[in-house]
């Protein structure tokens, strides 16, 4: 790092030995360069150790052993392996190569073992027991897992991981060769545990259950992937957990709804995304403050089994104090009282509105709620050019808007007295589905929020050229709040360098 310059020094002076300094270096690379002086080869082995542990292939680290005597035995004592049947011709091959790659690490440690290993037979059960306990006898701390065989039977973990001391964080590829171990307490220092289900049952109907009582210091719960066509069973009943993500992707011939039993007292974060809601069962959830739903889809609404599902989900969680509701939910349902809640977040889909004004007469001391339209998204990146949204693309030209929006009887409590902030997000203007509902809505609660702070509108581009119009529609509706503030930004996405940007510009603020 370059000292900074005193005040007392001569600035010319430093300034001059200092270049020199740097020319003098320059040379000095320029000389190395030109001598063909491998550089890399004469850092000390702990640090090209820690280089290769980033090669996410086993495969690919040994082969640099050919480079020179110097690297010969560098790989040996990596501590990360990553082992993939994958990047074999034959099972054969992979087999004879982690054996070979575990026999000359001896007791090496292993921080992070990836064993991939899904086009093998039963017969190969005993090789996978005999490697993870070797990972395990090398102090193991994070652990990948895939294993699958072609028959019906199914691998059994060996006692040794389950008792793992050193392990913290696995990640398990579950399918119908491999379960979830039901009894006795294990893994006493398992802190993150992702598990990816694939089909389970299609084999063996008997794994239809994960019981995860038996972790207790899991802190951190993933579980996502496709159970099934048939109704799957979770116990999560884990004393320190603090976040679950469940995401199960969408299996339109599903029979039955899987079922949940989520018992975490110090449970703080909950995020769901599915296709179909699943049966929730909550006990002992006071401490969640965070809750995520995203579902595709519900069945009809008449459906008393959906509704019933939503009702008791709704329920189970009406103590959270920040809700994302990204769902086209049951209006059947019954919505509980939300005393806590006091950030709201609605993705709009379908009679969006209807379930709005649910939850802000269910919610009376709510502070902020944010509306997201998901109608219009960016393109896909075309080779080197630079798109950027037309919302003609979104508009149809031969609709007919029509009103669908009709206020409650009564002024929801929250906006009398505790509704500060109000955002509306992707605000499309006339042409668009939806426009006059949301400008009914966008009046009515100018008008009725009495401690209203802060609204502000984001719109993708008023590119129908009436933003005057829409700015005195606006500016002549009743206002309840005086200290109110609105502020419209026009955002424009584009894509650039394979990624999602932005750029954004204040139509107009303070009406």
């Given at each position: 790092m370059v000292e900074p310059i005193s005040f007392s020094e001569d600035y010319a002076l430093v300034f001059q030995q200092r270049v020199r300094a740097f020319r003098e270096n320059l040379d000095l690379e320029s000389n190395s360069q030109a001598r063909g002086e491998d550089r890399i080869s004469q850092l000390p082995d702990a640090v090209l150790r820690h280089i290769l542990s980033f090669i996410p292939s086993t495969k690919c680290v040994v082969r640099t052993s050919i480079l020179s005597t110097r690297w010969k035995d560098v790989w040996a004592c990596v501590p990360n392996l990553y082992l993939d049947d994958l990047e074999f011709s034959s099972s054969a091959d992979f087999v004879a190569f982690v054996d070979r790659v575990l026999l000359v690490r001896d007791s090496s440690a292993i921080r992070k073992f990836r064993l991939h290993f899904n086009n093998g037979q039963a017969e190969d059960f005993s090789l996978v027991d005999a490697w993870i306990r070797t990972a395990v006898r090398c102090n193991v701390v994070e652990l990948d897992l895939s294993v699958d065989s072609e028959g019906e039977e199914m691998f059994e973990w060996p006692e040794s991981l389950l008792t793992c001391k050193t392990l913290m964080i696995w990640t398990l590829w579950l399918n119908h060769s491999i379960p979830i171990p039901t009894s006795g307490c294990c893994y006493p220092n398992l802190k993150v545990f992702h598990v990816i289900v694939s089909y389970p049952t299609a084999m063996n109907p008997d794994n239809d259950s994960m019981d995860f009582s038996h972790y207790p210091v899991l802190e951190h719960l993933t579980i996502d992937g496709s159970p099934g066509l048939d109704a799957f069973n979770f116990n999560i009943s884990v004393p320190e957990l603090k976040t679950l993500?469940?995401?199960?992707?969408?299996?339109?011939?599903?029979?039955?709804?899987?079922?949940?039993?989520?018992?975490?007292?110090?449970?703080?974060?909950?995020?769901?995304?599915?296709?179909?809601?699943?049966n929730y069962t909550f006990v002992n959830t006071k401490s969640l403050v965070e809750v995520n739903i995203g579902v595709i889809t519900v069945d009809d609404d008449e459906n008393d089994a959906s509704a019933n599902r939503a009702t008791k989900f709704l329920a189970g969680i009406s103590g959270v104090q920040c809700l994302t509701f990204s769902s086209p939910f049951s209006t059947a349902c019954t919505l509980p009282v939300f005393d806590n809640l006091s950030k709201l977040m609605l993705v709009r889909d379908g009679d969006w509105w209807k379930i709005l004004m649910k939850f802000l007469e269910r919610t009376p001391n709510l502070e902020s709620f944010e509306i997201k339209h998901e109608t219009c998204r960016p393109r896909q990146r075309t080779e080197e050019e630079e798109v950027v949204i037309e919302l003609t693309e979104c508009r149809n030209p031969d609709y007919v808007e029509v009103l669908y929006w009709s206020p409650p009887e009564s002024v929801p409590k929250c906006l009398l007295s505790s509704l500060k902030s109000i955002t509306i997000k992707g605000f499309q203007g006339k042409g668009f589905f939806g426009y006059l509902d949301e400008m009914e809505l966008i009046k009515y609660l100018l008008k009725n929020c009495l401690v209203l702070e802060k609204m502000t509108i984001y719109t993708p581009g008023l590119c129908w050229g009436t933003k005057d119009e829409f700015y005195n529609e606006i500016s002549e509706s009743e206002w309840g709040s005086k200290s109110v503030q609105v502020h419209m930004i026009e955002k424009e996405f584009y894509w650039g360098d394979g990624c999602c940007s932005l750029r954004a510009k204040r139509i107009f603020s303070d009406i």
């Amino acid at each position: 790092m370059v000292e900074p310059i005193s005040f007392s020094e001569d600035y010319a002076l430093v300034f001059q030995q200092r270049v020199r300094a740097f020319r003098e270096n320059l040379d000095l690379e320029s000389n190395s360069q030109a001598r063909g002086e491998d550089r890399i080869s004469q850092l000390p082995d702990a640090v090209l150790r820690h280089i290769l542990s980033f090669i996410p292939s086993t495969k690919c680290v040994v082969r640099t052993s050919i480079l020179s005597t110097r690297w010969k035995d560098v790989w040996a004592c990596v501590p990360n392996l990553y082992l993939d049947d994958l990047e074999f011709s034959s099972s054969a091959d992979f087999v004879a190569f982690v054996d070979r790659v575990l026999l000359v690490r001896d007791s090496s440690a292993i921080r992070k073992f990836r064993l991939h290993f899904n086009n093998g037979q039963a017969e190969d059960f005993s090789l996978v027991d005999a490697w993870i306990r070797t990972a395990v006898r090398c102090n193991v701390v994070e652990l990948d897992l895939s294993v699958d065989s072609e028959g019906e039977e199914m691998f059994e973990w060996p006692e040794s991981l389950l008792t793992c001391k050193t392990l913290m964080i696995w990640t398990l590829w579950l399918n119908h060769s491999i379960p979830i171990p039901t009894s006795g307490c294990c893994y006493p220092n398992l802190k993150v545990f992702h598990v990816i289900v694939s089909y389970p049952t299609a084999m063996n109907p008997d794994n239809d259950s994960m019981d995860f009582s038996h972790y207790p210091v899991l802190e951190h719960l993933t579980i996502d992937g496709s159970p099934g066509l048939d109704a799957f069973n979770f116990n999560i009943s884990v004393p320190e957990l603090k976040t679950l993500r469940i995401s199960l992707a969408p299996d339109f011939d599903l029979i039955d709804a899987c079922n949940f039993l989520i018992n975490a007292p110090k449970l703080e974060k909950l995020d769901i995304n599915e296709g179909f809601l699943s049966n929730y069962t909550f006990v002992n959830t006071k401490s969640l403050v965070e809750v995520n739903i995203g579902v595709i889809t519900v069945d009809d609404d008449e459906n008393d089994a959906s509704a019933n599902r939503a009702t008791k989900f709704l329920a189970g969680i009406s103590g959270v104090q920040c809700l994302t509701f990204s769902s086209p939910f049951s209006t059947a349902c019954t919505l509980p009282v939300f005393d806590n809640l006091s950030k709201l977040m609605l993705v709009r889909d379908g009679d969006w509105w209807k379930i709005l004004m649910k939850f802000l007469e269910r919610t009376p001391n709510l502070e902020s709620f944010e509306i997201k339209h998901e109608t219009c998204r960016p393109r896909q990146r075309t080779e080197e050019e630079e798109v950027v949204i037309e919302l003609t693309e979104c508009r149809n030209p031969d609709y007919v808007e029509v009103l669908y929006w009709s206020p409650p009887e009564s002024v929801p409590k929250c906006l009398l007295s505790s509704l500060k902030s109000i955002t509306i997000k992707g605000f499309q203007g006339k042409g668009f589905f939806g426009y006059l509902d949301e400008m009914e809505l966008i009046k009515y609660l100018l008008k009725n929020c009495l401690v209203l702070e802060k609204m502000t509108i984001y719109t993708p581009g008023l590119c129908w050229g009436t933003k005057d119009e829409f700015y005195n529609e606006i500016s002549e509706s009743e206002w309840g709040s005086k200290s109110v503030q609105v502020h419209m930004i026009e955002k424009e996405f584009y894509w650039g360098d394979g990624c999602c940007s932005l750029r954004a510009k204040r139509i107009f603020s303070d009406i």
